[in-house]
């Protein structure tokens, strides 16, 4: 169930952006990063997972700026950025002084047994990362790494077998993350095909393009001042969502990232990347109305 802007209970709130935000038009003019090379949280980092033609929708639909498919610039990314970023300024300008780019608006998962995040962070402190390179170099995190539920891939492949082997070396915590999450939502428990686990993931503006639905991420750790999973409801409205010993779902389809933090924060994300595909409505959803609640 998605939740609704007019819930009397959420906690909205907007954050004001720095002169570097309000500033982005210039940067729209440097080379696209991957991921991992974004500022979360300047807006043209929020913006740039979305393609060319998104921006160009977002421009005729939001603001309505037009650009003729027989101009120049019309296709060409660092002038649509541009334009945009300046809409979104232009716009802000015109509410009030030091007005927000964007809303932001608060949302909490749905809490863990304290037992379960203490076998988990117990867990996590004594996990023996592979040596190898990380696993998704495009994103910024100390330590990534992913376990693949067996029969997600083609039978009897060498990357399946070689995924076997790592989940059987990976068994204890990929189960004891499963259970969680069964807590909370047994069918997703038992539909999910992959576990990331993370340590330290930062910022990183993305959209999980292999993904078929949406994911549940939960965080762990002694970190503070942030780490909630940062994803765009609208073109004016950002969710974040804490995660910290809380499951909240979340569909990563939609651009997201890792808000600023202090400290060292794990995270485990479940997600789907094959199997029948989930429509893609909305960014963020309640709790399943089965999952109890630990506190």
Known sequence: EALLPNNPQLDLRCTVPSESALSDGGDAKRKKLSACDRDATLLQSQLEPLSTPQLRKRLERSFGVILEDDSDKAYDRTHVMTTLLQCYYDRASLCAPGAPLREVRYEHGTPVSPHLLTELRTALDAIPWPTTTRERPKIQAERYMILQRPGSGKVDSKR????????????????????????????????????????????????????????????????????????????????????????????????????????????????????????????????????????
């Open 160 to 295: 399946t077998r070689r995924e076997t082997a790592k989940l059987t070396k990976y068994k204890g915590l990929f189960d004891l993350a499963a259970r969680t999450l069964e807590e909370v939502d047994a069918k997703f428990a038992k539909d999910f095909t992959a576990l990331a686990v993370t340590k330290n993931f930062v910022g990183s503006p993305h959209i999980d393009t292999l993904n078929v639905g949406p994911f549940y991420g939960l965080s762990l750790g002694e970190f503070h001042s942030g780490g909630a999973i940062a994803v765009e409801c609208s073109p004016f409205l950002v969710a974040e969502v804490d995660t910290k010993g809380r499951l909240g779902k979340v569909d990563g389809r939609f651009p997201h990232w890792v808000t600023p933090y202090e400290g060292t924060r794990y995270s485990l994300i479940y997600y789907v990347t094959s199997g029948e595909v989930t429509p893609q409505t909305t960014a963020i959803f309640a709790p399943p109305i089965s999952s109890g609640s630990h506190g």
